[in-house]
C-alpha cells in the first residue's frame, strides 16, 4: 500500500515580534504596572498585543511601540490586555471563614469593640472577591444599620474594573454558590436569561477604583483586613518589598492580610507573621 505522508502545515505567523520589540514591550509594563515579565512569556506577549494590533489596524509591533510613545490611552490598553483576570466567587475559601471567624466575629461578640471595619481588595479584577467580602459581613453582622463598614476594590485594569462595578454574572460564575447566597444575594435580569445582578444591598458596600499599585496609595487607614491575592506574583522582590512597607504602615498590629495561594512575604516584609497558609497579621 503507497501513499503520500502529509505533513501539517505551519501556519505563518500575521505578526513578527523581535526581541528588541518584546524587550521594549516588557520594560513599559515593568515602568507602568511592576508586572515582572521573564523571556519565557514572548508568546504570551504575542497573543495579547497582536489582538490589539488587528484592532487597531497596524502592521507591526514596531508601529505599536511607537504608538504607546505618544498614546496615553493605548498603554491604558496595553496594561489591560497584560494583566490576568483569573478569579471566581470565593476562592481559596479558607481565606473567608478566617475572616468571618476572627475579623467579624470577634468584632460583633464585644460590645465595646469599634463597630468601624474598612477592608481592601486590591486586585478585584472582575468583582468576585469584593462582592464575596460583602456576603460575608452581611451574613455575619446582619444588622448593618449599626455598623460602619466599608470595602475598598481595586484594580490596574479598567475595562476589568468596569465590569465588576456593573455586578453582571451569567449563571455559570455563580456555580460556587450555595443556592440561598443566590437567593439572598442575586437577582436575575428580565430580558437577560441567565444572567444575574447583585443585590444593592451588596453593592452598596463597596467602592471601585483604578489603582496602580506601584504608584502612591491614596488610602489613609487602617484597614482591618487587606485581600491582596493573586497579584504580587507578577512582580519581582524589590517591587514587592516596595509594596508590602506601603501597605504595613496602613494596618495596626493584629490586623490581617491574606495573599493567593502561591505567595509568600518569605524574605518579602518581616511586618507580618504568618497565621495560617497565605494569612497573616500584622505584628
Known amino acids: 500500500m503507497s501513499g503520500t505522508i502529509r505533513l501539517p502545515q505551519i501556519r505563518e505567523r500575521e505578526f513578527e515580534l523581535l526581541d528588541g520589540d518584546f524587550d521594549a514591550l516588557r520594560e513599559i509594563i515593568k515602568i507602568r504596572a511592576g508586572i515582572h515579565l521573564s523571556v519565557g512569556k514572548k508568546e504570551l506577549v504575542y497573543g495579547r498585543v497582536s489582538r490589539r494590533l488587528r484592532h487597531l489596524k497596524l502592521r507591526s509591533f514596531a508601529e505599536y511601540r511607537a504608538l504607546l510613545e505618544s498614546n496615553e490611552d493605548e498603554l491604558v490598553e496595553f496594561c489591560n490586555a497584560m494583566t490576568t483576570n483569573l478569579t471566581s466567587f470565593f476562592r481559596e475559601s479558607h481565606h473567608f471563614d478566617y475572616f468571618r471567624e476572627q475579623v467579624l466575629e470577634p468584632r460583633l461578640r464585644d460590645p465595646r469593640a469599634s463597630r468601624r471595619i474598612r477592608i481592601w481588595s486590591a486586585a478585584c479584577s472582575s468583582g468576585e472577591e469584593p462582592y464575596s ?151
Open 133 to 283: 467580602i460583602a456576603m460575608v459581613v452581611r451574613e455575619t453582622l446582619q444588622d448593618l444599620r449599626n455598623w460602619d463598614v466599608r470595602i475598598l476594590a481595586t484594580d490596574l485594569d479598567t475595562e476589568i474594573l468596569a465590569r465588576a462595578m456593573a455586578g453582571v454574572y451569567p449563571e455559570d460564575r455563580l456555580k460556587a454558590l450555595t443556592r440561598q447566597r443566590m437567593l439572598t444575594h442575586f437577582s436575575a435580569i428580565p430580558g437577560r436569561p441567565g444572567h444575574f445582578s447583585v443585590a444593592p444591598e451588596l453593592a452598596s458596600l463597596i467602592t471601585f477604583k483604578q489603582l496602580n499599585l506601584t504608584r502612591d496609595l491614596p488610602m489613609s487607614g487602617p484597614l482591618d483586613a487587606i485581600f491582596c491575592r493573586n497579584v504580587i506574583i507578577y512582580f519581582d522582590k524589590d517591587t514587592q518589598r516596595d509594596l508590602f512597607a506601603r501597605i504595613a504602615a496602613l494596618q495596626r498590629s493584629d490586623d490581617v492580610l491574606f495573599l493567593g495561594h502561591s505567595e509568600s512575604l518569605f524574605k518579602v516584609s518581616d511586618d507580618y507573621v504568618l497565621q495560617r497558609k497565605t494569612i497573616y497579621r500584622r505584628v
